[in-house]
T-cell receptor
Framework: AQKVTQAQTEISVVEKEDVTLDCVYE???????LFWYKQPPSGELVFLIR??????QNEISGRYSWNFQKSTSSFNFTITASQVVDSAVYFC????????????FGQGTTLQVKP | EAGVVQSPRYKIIEKKQPVAFWCNPI?????LYWYRQNLGQGPELLIR????????DSQLPKDRFSAERLKGVDSTLKIQPAELGDSAVYLC???????????FGPGTRLTVL
C-alpha cells in the first residue's frame, strides 16, 4: 500500500516552544517525493518543502527544519520557537514516479500555538 | 505572479441541484488537478489534466461528476445532481511542465442541504 500517516491529530503548544510534526509513509517505489504543506484557516494549501527519495540530507529554512530518514520511513517537520502565525493544519504528502503526479496526503495535524 | 484562482469561494445548494466550480491555473502551468477535501481529512485527487487531456480520472465519480479543460487553460468541475455527501472543499492545483510542487488555489467550500 502507498500511504501517509500523521498520527498526531492535534498539537497545542505555547508560543516560543519547539514542536515536531510526525509523518510516516509507505511506498513500494524506490523513487518517490515527499512534501509538506501548510493550510491556514483561509484554506489555501501552501507548499513548504519537497524532498526526493535519493536526498536524505536534512534541511533547515529559518525556523523550519525537516528530518528525512528512509530507515524508518519518516519525514518529520520541526518548528523552532513557534509563533501564533504558525497555527494551521499541516499535511505531509507522497507521490512517486509512476503515480502521474497524484499526491497522497496524510490526515493532517492541527497545530495550535497559544500566546 | 498571480496564484491559482478559484470561484466561487462558497456555494450552498440543495440536494439534487447542479453546481459548477471554476479554476484558472497559474500561467504556464500545463498540469491541472482537482482535489476534494472532506472535513478533517487530507485532499484526495479527483482528476488530473495534462494540457486539455484528462490523464487520470480514476477517482472521479463519473455518474454525477464531470470536468473539462477547454484549450488547456481554465477548467470547470461540475456535479449533477449534488448529494449530501458531496459537501466538501474542492481544491484546484496546478504545476509547471517540469514536474515540481503543486500550487493550490483557495478552494470552493460546497455545502449541500
Amino acid at each position: 500500500a502507498q500511504k501517509v500517516t500523521q498520527a498526531q491529530t492535534e498539537i497545542s503548544v505555547v508560543e516560543k516552544e519547539d514542536v515536531t510534526l510526525d509523518c510516516v509513509y509507505e511506498t513500494r517505489d524506490t523513487t518517490y517525493y515527499l512534501f509538506w504543506y501548510k493550510q491556514p484557516p483561509s484554506g489555501e494549501l501552501v507548499f513548504l518543502i519537497r524532498r526526493n527519495s535519493f536526498d536524505e540530507q536534512n534541511e533547515i529554512s529559518g525556523r523550519y527544519s525537516w528530518n528525512f530518514q528512509k530507515s524508518t520511513s519518516s519525514f518529520n517537520f520541526t518548528i523552532t520557537a513557534s509563533q501564533v502565525v504558525d497555527s494551521a493544519v499541516y499535511f505531509c504528502a507522497l507521490t512517486w514516479t509512476s503515480n502521474t503526479g497524484k499526491l497522497i496526503f496524510g490526515q493532517g495535524t492541527t497545530l495550535q500555538v497559544k500566546p | 505572479e498571480a496564484g491559482v484562482v478559484q470561484s466561487p469561494r462558497y456555494k450552498i445548494i440543495e440536494k439534487k441541484q447542479p453546481v459548477a466550480f471554476w479554476c484558472n491555473p497559474i500561467s504556464g502551468h500545463n498540469t491541472l488537478y482537482w482535489y476534494r477535501q472532506n472535513l478533517g481529512q487530507g485532499p484526495e485527487l479527483l482528476i488530473r489534466y495534462e494540457n486539455e487531456e484528462a490523464v487520470d480520472d480514476s477517482q472521479l465519480p463519473k455518474d454525477r461528476f464531470s470536468a473539462e479543460r477547454l484549450k488547456g487553460v481554465d477548467s470547470t468541475l461540475k456535479i449533477q445532481p449534488a448529494e449530501l455527501g458531496d459537501s466538501a472543499v474542492y481544491l484546484c492545483a496546478s504545476s509547471p511542465p517540469v514536474k515540481g510542487e503543486q500550487f493550490f488555489g483557495p478552494g470552493t467550500r460546497l455545502t449541500v442541504l
